[in-house]
T-cell receptor, first 110, second 115 residues
Framework: SQQGEEDPQALSIQEGENATMNCSYK?????LQWYRQNSGRGLVHLIL?????REKHSGRLRVTLDTSKKSSSLLITASRAADTASYFC??????????FGAGTTVTVRA | DSGVTQTPKHLITATGQRVTLRCSPRSGDLSVYWYQQSLDQGLQFLIQYYNGEERAKGNILERFSAQQFPDLHSELNLSSLELGDSALYFC??????????????FGPGTRLTVL
């Protein structure tokens, strides 16, 4: 079963625009992570935000976490063609394993 | 390059057969995780080993088994294969024992096709 649910399922934007995707989860967590997957390849870790943090930045990525609403958002600013990928949120419902959502597919048009 | 290697990259086999997927974690990582990714089920956690011992189990079928060897490489054995087992199988590794505590580094995956 999947703990996290991403929204939207798919997103198409123009190069240079911002992309925002959301993740909702069901149980309490220690942290929430975001991963990127280029078509058919392995996942790449983007950012980890701990349950006591509200916002985190890494380059063009900004992640927010609202534990009261059990939700997180990932913002990619000034998108590039290379950002075309699927993005997954992952939570640790029992600390020993990660539970991944279904992902948001982002297409950046040149 | 994550430092995690998986072999083979592609595997095509028939129903009823048995296959073994191999994973070598990043140097220094003691935890190995196995995931299955399919179109209908998404990315599912199968099993985790830490320093040779099983630590966590997910939605792993009884027909599947895994082990981690003293050199820390891991193998996932899939037997009595069915069409529905066709999927991408990923291995990931991390330093920590508790899989949720830190980032995991994913290998490139093995694409299994069962005909």
């Amino acid at each position: 079963s999947q703990q996290g649910e991403e929204d939207p399922q798919a997103l198409s934007i123009q190069e240079g625009e911002n992309a925002t995707m959301n993740c909702s989860y069901k149980t309490s967590i220690n942290n929430l992570q975001w991963y990127r997957q280029n078509s058919g390849r392995g996942l790449v870790h983007l950012i980890l935000i701990r349950s006591n943090e509200r916002e985190k930045h890494s380059g063009r990525l900004r992640v927010t976490l609202d534990t009261s609403k059990k939700s997180s958002s990932l913002l990619i600013t000034a998108s590039r063609a290379a950002d075309t990928a699927s993005y997954f949120c992952a939570t640790d419902p029992n600390d020993y394993k990660l539970s991944f959502g279904a992902g948001t597919t982002v297409t950046v048009r040149a | 390059d994550s430092g995690v290697t998986q072999t083979p990259k592609h595997l095509i086999t028939a129903t009823g057969q048995r296959v073994t997927l191999r994973c070598s974690p990043r140097s220094g990582d003691l935890s190995v995780y196995w995931y299955q990714q399919s179109l209908d089920q998404g990315l599912q956690f199968l099993i985790q080993y830490y320093n040779g011992e099983e630590r966590a189990k997910g939605n792993i079928l009884e027909r599947f088994s895994a082990q981690q060897f003293p050199d820390l490489h891991s193998e996932l054995n899939l037997s009595s294969l069915e069409l529905g087992d066709s999927a991408l199988y990923f291995c990931a590794s991390s330093v920590v024992e508790r899989g949720g505590r830190n980032e995991q580094f994913f290998g490139p995956g093995t694409r299994l096709t069962v005909l």
